[in-house]
């Protein structure tokens, strides 16, 4: 399976952004999906997931103001990101969580750089 996340950008604080992760096959078969994102000098940490059932989880930092969601018919997951803070500026990653590990290969994450 092959991953491309799409849709980032430069905002300003408080704009929105809505990304996009398109999966070269089914994501069904991956009953976690989720966003990662990687903030300079930072390690990469996961901030939204959500499983085939609707469950969703959210880091505290992003809680409220970013949504997750999944279309297993299009093989895309979402984020809707509100509020942005320039502490959200990060590359945006998606994958599919298994525990402390991912179980797809890293594909091309998507720039989001929010101003204050």
């Known amino acids: 399976v092959q991953l491309q996340a799409s849709g980032g950008g430069s905002v300003q604080a408080g704009g929105s952004l809505r990304l996009s992760c398109a999966a070269s096959?089914?994501?069904?078969?991956?009953?976690?999906m989720g966003w990662y994102r990687q903030a300079p000098g930072k390690q990469r940490a996961l901030v939204a997931r959500?499983?085939?059932?609707?469950?969703?989880y959210y880091a505290d930092s992003v809680k409220g103001r970013f949504a997750i969601s999944r279309d297993n018919a299009k093989n895309t997951v979402y984020l809707q990101m509100n509020r942005l803070e320039p502490e959200d500026t990060a590359v945006y990653y998606c994958?599919?969580?298994?525990?402390?590990?991912?179980?797809?290969?890293w594909g091309q994450g998507t720039l989001v750089t929010v101003s204050s």
């Open positions: 959500i499983r085939n059932d609707g469950n969703t």
């Open positions: 096959e089914s994501i069904f078969r991956y009953d976690d």
């Open positions: 994958n599919a969580p298994w525990g402390d590990y991912v179980r797809i290969n």
